[in-house]
């Protein structure tokens, strides 16, 4: 067993988070851990996971770090960075009402998930609902995903540390997957990029960049 932190530990070719809670959010296994439980973590369902399996060096999440979580669906990575940020709080916002019920429901279980209806293209809107993040996890599949971060890093400036997942079919699907990186990188205000990993083969055309801010 490797500990990545104290909340995030790989196994073999697994991953699992150290858990409060013995309830499945998604399906994944769950077994006991000295008197915690110990969550699967699907690299197939979280680019996050996908990413610390394929060697992300840094996690800048501990138990106390608040996060700003943009394009959080039904809530499957939020359930994790939630096991990892204990006491820290999780604003999760998500725009399509499907997911978000799910969101909602698992937000009731969990105290330190903050579900938001909204749209991540008008931060002004939850800005007052957020308390000071530290952290901006953005995985959004739109043609403006870089625009959308460029607003919600320049609103939310405590936020130190950020990932975004670029998905560059979203982009384009025109032009050459180094050109969209490229261009998406250069027009990313604010932060520098300390590492870039691609997901494949757990998700194939989407990159996880890490960044700081400068
Ligand atoms: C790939 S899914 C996210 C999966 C999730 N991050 C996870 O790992 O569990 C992308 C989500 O972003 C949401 N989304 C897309 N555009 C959005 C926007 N402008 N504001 C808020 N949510 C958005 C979609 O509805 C979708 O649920």
Redesign the pocket.
């Known amino acids: 067993m490797k500990e990545i932190n104290k909340s995030i530990i790989l196994e073999k070719n697994k991953i699992f988070t150290v858990s409060e809670y013995n309830k499945s959010v998604y399906g994944e296994k769950i077994r006991n851990y000295s008197g915690k439980y110990l969550r699967e973590w699907n690299p197939r369902?979280?680019?996050l996971a996908a990413a610390i399996i394929k060697g992300l060096k840094e996690v800048p999440l501990n138990s106390n770090s608040n996060v700003l979580y943009?394009?959080?669906?039904?809530?499957?990575?939020?359930s994790h960075i939630s096991d990892i940020c204990y006491n820290g709080r999780i604003f999760a916002?998500?725009?399509?009402y499907d997911?978000f019920v799910k969101l909602y429901n698992l937000a009731k279980i969990r105290s330190n998930i903050f579900p938001i209806l909204?749209?991540?293209?008008m931060p002004e809107k939850y800005r007052f609902f957020v308390d000071k993040v530290n952290f901006i996890y953005q995985?959004?599949?739109?043609r403006n995903q870089v625009d959308?971060f460029n607003k919600n890093a320049d609103l939310f400036t405590c936020a130190k540390y950020a990932m975004l997942i670029l998905k560059l079919k979203s982009i384009s699907s025109r032009k050459n997957e180094r050109f969209i990186l490229n261009n998406a990188i250069r027009n990313i205000k604010n932060f520098k990029i300390m590492e870039i990993i691609d997901l494949r083969p757990f998700d194939s055309g989407n990159f996880l960049l890490s960044m700081v801010r400068h």
């Open positions: 369902r979280s680019k943009l394009g959080a669906s039904t809530g499957t990575t939020v916002v998500e725009f399509a997911p909204d749209d991540a293209n995985d959004i599949a739109q959308i």
